[in-house]
């Protein structure tokens, strides 16, 4: 009997807390049926069915009175959540394998998705399990992987297959930005035109942004989301206990929509959704009018999206607009503000407002802290660690996105052997040395990080192979940082235990980054 960390039992990513192995292995050929002890952990025993024989339908059942013999794997809601979940899912399970079955319990229906994954991951490559007992929880509750599909555009099938990916290393959030100065991606019922117009650029620009002249591509590049491919992608994630935090990226980061409708932006200009990298310096208008249609489309966001959380960026708004215009001046005097940053704390709030009132948490990028935090929000800090830092001190809560270590759009080689990428300097080793709570923060605001998450920008990435590539394995390392405490990450043995998830990702036709590539 062995007892402890999860070094050579199996090596699953993350760790998980406590493993006892004991003699004998349960097998999987001939897998019994799967069983759920109640109703709302059916998705949980079909998907385990269909991972452990390919085949989920017909293979589960309500769990029956009294199991009495034979082989069974079951699946339960079993004791309370613990204190330290804090009001968040709880996520923590326990596995039990013996020759007889596998036993499967978790106070919420979250735990219960997580063991379905340590089950998946431990059933490869053999169909033999070894039994023993598994105690887990996670440190964070937030723990992400972000996607910007405006820049390049990742159809709904690839998203399905990044979800069921990530999910295996148990992240339980996949931020979607959804819109962005090259590309509006979410249909929105009220505004047509957003994606009529605003999903195509009419070209992209070649090579780096930096270079100069730019040279482009001159061909149309566009693509967005129905609202049933959403719904679809949602109830895919929901399966997997996974929230799709959607992004509208406001007031700033807007030229596609204003592209759209010319009557939110500030510019006679005729604009065109950006077919270069870099920021628009074009900013939404704070007309009473677009804060209306603004909450019109976070409204159908709402009604597609039921994650408790909605992201309204917030970054890189350029201002010149708002200085050089007298109407915006006047707008400013009219709500009472003295600054454009001020201008700006006023529009957030005034989303902030709107989503409070329909029961949804507002998440933005570090930026809204300038001209004063709007209540209740949530930051996201990714300039540096220094947002995070300050949003804690005021009490908020943070995710800490720094963009030293959770960038991987950055290079993880050698730019020279490495193919083309914004810049940045982002290898494995550094992403596994990530500590997601400042050192900076008080004792007793530590609680309020939240977790963190890797960020794919997509301007360099247009491809499914190369997304793959800049994700795994630094997706890998991060689920470790935000899985496990400090002291129970180890380098030596995670690059042990990636032998075995690389021979996995294979298996499932992921591509990732080789090592000493
Ligand atoms: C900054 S991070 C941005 C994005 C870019 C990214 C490139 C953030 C909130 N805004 O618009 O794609 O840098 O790394």
Redesign the pocket.
């Known amino acids: 009997m062995k007892e402890g960390r999860d070094e050579d039992i199996l090596g699953i990513i993350p760790p998980v807390k406590m493993i006892i192995k004991e003699g004998g292995t349960f097998s999987l050929k001939n897998l019994p049926p799967v069983y759920y002890g109640q109703d709302e952990l059916k998705d949980s025993a079909l998907l385990l069915a269909s991972c452990l024989c390919g085949q989920g339908e017909g293979r589960t059942a309500p769990a029956p009175e009294n199991i009495s013999g034979g082989r069974t794997v079951i699946l339960t809601l079993e004791g309370a959540p613990s204190e330290q979940a804090m009001g968040f899912p709880d996520e923590s399970y326990t596995v039990k394998i013996t020759p007889e079955g596998i036993r499967v319990s978790a106070p919420d229906k979250a735990g219960i998705a997580r063991a379905v994954q340590t089950i998946r991951q431990a059933a490869f490559p053999s169909d033999d399990l070894p039994c023993l007992t598994i105690n887990d929880r996670p440190r964070f509750p937030w723990r992400g992987m972000h996607l910007?599909v405006s820049?390049h555009f990742f159809p709904k099938d690839y998203i399905l297959r990044f979800i069921d990916t990530i999910a295996l290393f148990r992240f339980n959030k996949l931020h979607l930005?959804l819109t962005?100065d090259q590309g509006w991606r979410a249909e929105i019922r009220k505004y047509p035109l957003l994606t009529e117009i605003g999903s195509l650029r009419e070209s992209t620009v070649i090579g780096h942004n930096r270079e100069r002249p730019l040279k482009y591509r001159d061909v149309p590049y566009g693509g967005y989301y129905t609202r049933e491919e959403m719904e679809e992608m949602v109830e895919y994630a929901r399966i997997r206990e996974i929230d799709i935090v959607p992004e509208i990226?406001m007031p700033g980061?807007m030229q596609a929509a204003i592209a759209a409708y010319p009557e939110l932006g500030c510019t006679d200009m005729k604009l065109k959704p950006r077919c270069q990298?870099g920021?628009s310096q074009h900013i939404l208008n704070a007309e009473e009018s677009t804060i209306e249609f603004m909450k019109d489309i976070l409204d159908e966001i709402m009604e597609i999206f039921p994650c408790p959380y909605i992201h309204i960026?917030?970054?890189?708004a350029l201002k010149y607009e708002w200085q050089e215009q007298r109407h915006i001046q006047e707008r400013m005097a009219e709500v009472g503000v003295k600054s454009e940053d001020g201008l700006q704390s006023w529009f957030i709030s005034r989303m902030g407002e709107h989503l409070h009132s329909r029961g949804r948490h507002m998440i933005g990028?570090?930026?809204i802290l300038e001209g004063g935090l709007p209540e209740g929000a949530i930051v996201?800090s990714?300039?540096s660690e220094a947002g995070g830092i300050e949003a804690a001190g005021q009490g908020a809560p943070v995710i800490n996105?720094t963009?030293t270590h959770t960038?991987f759009?950055?290079y993880q080689g050698p730019a020279e052997s490495e193919p083309l990428a914004?810049?940045?300097d982002c290898p494995l080793e550094k992403v596994y040395a990530f500590e997601p709570v400042p050192r900076e923060i008080p004792e007793e605001k530590k609680h309020l990080v939240m977790g963190s998450q890797g960020?794919l920008?997509?301007?360099y990435i247009a491809d499914r192979e190369y997304l793959e590539y800049m994700a795994f394995p630094r997706a890998l390392a991060l689920a470790e940082c935000l899985w496990c405490r400090p002291e129970e990450k180890d380098w030596n043995v995670f690059e042990q235990r990636l032998d075995r998830a690389e021979r996995l990702l294979d298996a499932l036709g992921v591509n990732y980054r080789r090592r000493n590539a």
């Open positions: 910007d820049r930005h962005d990226d980061h990298w920021i960026g917030g970054d890189e990028w570090d930026e996201m990714w300039r996105c963009s960038y759009d950055h914004i810049g940045g960020q920008w997509t301007e």
